[in-house]
């Protein structure tokens, strides 16, 4: 990497990032603050279960009240926290935005069940239900940039929202209680392919999650 003084990096940062968090060094990366438990986990360990770490975050006050005694019980697994957890989708690549990521919840793959999504028409769900916010940082100890990509609406996208939403595989975004919905999620300019990343995602409705994906 080019070798930047500080100013010249906030400048160039800025030019591409308009949702971009840069977190002064001091406050929140130094490695004194690693050791401070309420700060959220910023490298996969290995053995890492999301489902173990989400569930005490969550109980801990991450996740509303009223979704604890679902998260607790029998199907938390599959049906309550691995629905939220993040994937990347296997799509066609040339319908990625540059600088984005395809994120869908609840990989079918892992026995999860996948994250329905509604909007605020009063269908299912009177405050709608989708990720209004996803932020992603690269999963490092030190120093990092975070995005954040806002959505908010679905299945529409809004005025002064950042990401995007497609179709996984073929039909309407709004298909099997918008199950199919892939949303478009923008990546610090820090990161590159193979880099793990961190995803700290709020479903309007449940709360919010943490894991982490592979590139
Ligand atoms: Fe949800």
């Given at each position: 990497?080019?070798?930047?003084?500080?100013?010249?990096?906030?400048?160039?940062?800025?030019?591409?990032?308009?949702?971009?968090?840069?977190?002064?060094?001091?406050?929140?990366?130094?490695?004194?603050?690693?050791?401070?438990?309420?700060?959220?986990?910023?490298?996969?360990p290995s053995g890492w279960n999301p489902v173990l770490?989400?569930?005490?975050?969550?109980?801990?006050?991450?996740?509303?009240?009223?979704?604890?005694?679902?998260?607790?019980?029998?199907?938390?697994?599959?049906?309550?926290?691995?629905?939220?957890?993040?994937?990347?989708?296997?799509?066609?690549?040339?319908?990625?935005?540059?600088?984005?990521?395809?994120?869908?919840?609840?990989?079918?793959?892992?026995?999860?069940?996948?994250?329905?999504?509604?909007?605020?028409?009063?269908?299912?769900?009177?405050?709608?239900?989708?990720?209004?916010?996803?932020?992603?940082?690269?999963?490092?100890?030190?120093?990092?940039?975070?995005?954040?990509?806002?959505?908010?609406?679905?299945?529409?996208?809004?005025?002064?929202?950042?990401?995007?939403?497609?179709?996984?595989?073929?039909?309407?975004?709004?298909?099997?209680?918008?199950?199919?919905?892939?949303?478009?999620?923008?990546?610090?300019?820090?990161?590159?392919?193979?880099?793990?990343?961190?995803?700290?995602?709020?479903?309007?409705?449940?709360?919010?999650?943490?894991?982490?994906?592979?590139?």
């Amino acid at each position: 990497m080019k070798n930047l003084n500080r100013r010249e990096f906030i400048k160039q940062a800025g030019l591409v990032t308009g949702s971009l968090i840069l977190f002064p060094a001091a406050a929140s990366c130094s490695y004194k603050s690693l050791s401070d438990t309420s700060e959220i986990i910023r490298i996969r360990p290995s053995g890492w279960n999301p489902v173990l770490y989400n569930k005490n975050r969550g109980n801990a006050g991450a996740i509303p009240k009223s979704y604890l005694d679902d998260i607790n019980g029998p199907d938390g697994e599959t049906k309550h926290i691995g629905k939220h957890l993040p994937y990347i989708p296997e799509i066609d690549p040339s319908i990625i935005p540059k600088g984005f990521v395809p994120i869908m919840w609840g990989n079918p793959e892992k026995g999860y069940f996948p994250h329905p999504n509604a909007g605020t028409d009063g269908s299912s769900n009177s405050g709608g239900h989708w990720y209004n916010r996803i932020r992603i940082r690269k999963a490092v100890r030190w120093c990092a940039q975070t995005s954040e990509t806002v959505f908010n609406g679905w299945p529409e996208i809004k005025p002064g929202d950042s990401g995007s939403y497609a179709v996984f595989n073929r039909g309407e975004i709004t298909d099997k209680q918008g199950i199919k919905t892939i949303y478009m999620v923008m990546l610090p300019p820090d990161v590159n392919p193979g880099d793990t990343i961190r995803i700290q995602a709020d479903c309007l409705q449940h709360g919010q999650y943490i894991d982490f994906v592979t590139l």
